[in-house]
């Protein structure tokens, strides 16, 4: 078609033909944030796989509470979400565990944008199917990609700048953005999973609409790796391997999957779950606790090597991990309020006397990455927070940001004195031991959980707490109970984790920007709502360049830090796992995939052999 045909057509009818997208646009097999891919486009497998492994066995994984819900478009705002409900579906992309930020075509075999960043064009791959043999079509995506932005808050907020997204040739989708200069969004685009639109369109069974607007306990159609087997609703769930899957020999397919059956068994909670370990209920742990690795891991089967525990290096992300305090709550808008909550918590003895001196605090929203701030603003970073300056608080240039510190008996007196300065700054007063407001009600918190090994934690920091005259509750609740809670922003102080990748971007609109603090089922725990802090966000996604990216998301942690939105807790640098000597990982492990289980395992006959032969 003749290019000036082609802006003819756009001028009269806003019409542009797939050419327009096309014709001078690099297709990649591949996208990265951070230089060029590693893998070409050539390639066979990931380096950290193992190519020959060998496709038989079963695993079980343990999971916590129950489940009532199988639509991934309502996870989050609907419903308890069964365990592994994502080994149901392909993304267009998916990521590589040896690089940072690199994505490969999965559903997609190429992909292609301009250089201002304006839109994004995805390419299928032809033999692309569903489990019942239909194929993966354009419509598909769209369908998708509007239902998860239609029902959850995390993708409505992660997708927030994309306008539009439309069939635009035989197997390709084009996405279009609202300005220029988004360098994340054309590969994030390739993050959600394809649900299939012709499923969610028919009846069921016994003849009803299926709605992707609702929960759902039927087992839906996929197109990945494996399908659901059977279900024991609220208790069990199982997944088979897909013989004939269509993406077997991909490369970014070769090495993984390599179990015919995966089965999630639930239990109450952490401590029933540990148990069930010991008894072999189910095979692999991720140990969170402290306490449980130091001192719960003596049972026979460990002392004899039938249970193997091993820890395995985090590398791919930062983290803050903390007491969240919901600012939507009239009592802790006051900084000076929330200064004084963190000057009560003493981490250090806690570290000791709880966690065996195995922590250290968190003082970072982006802790153990390049991407913290430290001592004062320099450089890039401090002429970024200059051009909002009117808009932060003016310590930041001046004083770095630092935790309290309980290191002493008179350390811990000086720092509960400071807090109880605060509070009466605040217009607080204590009465016969109770801290009350202007109006002689009393300071009242209800620290909430969902998980009752972490009781422990919440009844230490209470005492701290109650000698400020704060009225203190912790109240333990099942996880749909608490699920419910966080969806209506109903707590005062509850626990929080945000991941973050070593090339933030758009998500943190969903942790941290204004839009998000009022949409129910968003991350935004806090409630956190701030020009200062939407600008900085603004600042990182269209970042030109990885200096820039690292200023601004150092500027952002620097903001988020002076406000004392939360209490930070602590961290520790490795996964701990504990497993039942029947599986093999391959002898490199991937940098940044901890501990890849179970996409990059299998099962070992020979050491499971082993392993019965001790029973």
């Keep these: 078609m003749h290019r000036r045909f082609i802006a003819f057509l756009f001028l009269v009818f806003g019409f542009i033909p797939s050419l327009a997208f096309s014709a001078d646009l690099q297709w990649r097999h591949a996208l990265s944030l951070m230089g060029e891919p590693k ?88 033999n692309a199917k569903w489990h019942d043999g239909t194929a993966i079509t354009p419509d598909d995506v769209i369908f998708s990609f509007e239902a998860l932005r239609a029902n959850s808050p995390q993708y409505a907020a992660y997708y927030a700048h994309v306008t539009k997204a439309e069939k635009t040739a035989e197997r390709e989708i084009t996405f279009r953005f609202d300005q220029p200069g988004n360098r994340e969004l054309p590969q994030i685009i390739g993050e959600f999973p394809i649900l299939p639109k012709h499923w969610w369109s028919a009846k069921d069974a016994s003849g009803k609409q299926r709605s992707i607007n609702e929960t759902t306990l039927e087992a839906p159609l996929g197109s990945g790796h494996y399908r659901i087997k059977s279900v024991s609703p609220g208790r069990s769930i199982t997944y088979e391997r897909v013989k004939d899957y269509w993406g077997t020999d991909l490369p970014t397919s070769v090495g993984t999957n390599n179990f015919d059956e995966l089965r999630y068994e639930y239990f109450r909670d952490s401590t029933v779950q540990l148990e069930g370990l010991k008894s072999d209920q189910y095979d692999f742990r991720l140990e ?56 009560a918590f003493d981490f250090e003895e806690m570290n000791k006397t709880v966690f065996f001196g195995a922590y250290k605090r968190i003082d970072s929203y982006f802790e153990g990455t390049e991407l913290a701030s430290s001592d004062l603003p320099q450089g890039l970073e401090k002429e970024i927070l200059e051009s909002i300056k009117d808009k932060v608080p003016a310590s930041i240039f001046t004083t770095p940001y630092k935790n309290p510190v309980n290191s002493t008996p008179q350390a811990v007196r000086d720092n509960l004195k400071e807090a109880d300065r605060l509070l009466r700054e605040a217009g607080y007063s204590v009465k016969d031991g109770k801290c009350l407001n ?146 093999s990982h391959p002898e490199k492990m991937p940098e940044y995939g901890a501990s890849a289980f179970p996409t990059i395992w299998w099962y070992d006959e020979a050491k499971a052999k082993e392993t019965a032969a001790k029973n």
């Design 39 to 126: 893998y070409k486009p050539d390639f066979k497998y990931f380096d950290y796989v193992n190519p020959l492994a060998p496709k038989t066995g079963v695993v079980r994984i343990a999971a916590t509470g129950a489940f009532d819900n199988f639509n991934l478009a309502v996870a989050g705002v609907k419903g308890q979400l069964g365990a592994g409900i994502g080994l149901l579906y392909n993304t267009l992309l998916t990521r590589s565990l040896d690089e940072v930020s690199t994505a490969y075509g999965e559903l997609a075999e190429a992909v292609a944008y301009p250089d201002d960043f304006t839109y994004v064009v995805y390419r299928l791959r032809a």
């Design 288 to 343: 969170n606790s402290a306490k449980n690795w130091a001192t719960a891991y003596e049972f026979p089967a460990v002392k004899d090597g039938r249970v193997v525990r091993e820890e395995f290096a985090e590398r791919a992300t930062g983290r803050m991990q903390g007491f969240a305090i919901n600012l939507r709550r009239e009592k802790f808008k006051d900084q000076r309020v929330r200064r004084a909550l963190n000057l």
């Design 438 to 583: 202007a109006k002689g009600e009393p300071f009242t918190i209800e620290l909430l959980a969902n998980d009752p090994t972490f009781e422990r934690i919440l009844l230490f920091w209470k005492p701290s707490l109650e000698k400020l005259g704060l009225t203190v509750t912790v109240r333990v609740v099942d996880p749909a109970q608490y699920e419910n809670r966080m969806r209506d922003f109903d707590y005062d102080i509850t626990t929080d984790l945000w991941g973050q990748s070593l090339s933030p971007g758009n998500e943190q609109r969903e942790f941290w920007g204004t839009e998000a603090a009022a949409q129910k089922g968003s991350r935004n725990t806090m409630g956190i709502a701030d020009k200062a802090i939407d600008a900085l966000i603004d600042r990182i996604a269209f970042a030109k360049s990885r200096d820039e990216l690292v200023a601004a998301t150092r500027a952002l942690d620097r903001v988020l830090l002076s406000y004392e939105f939360i209490v930070p807790q602590w961290t520790y640098g490795f996964s701990r796992t504990a497993r039942w000597n029947r599986f």
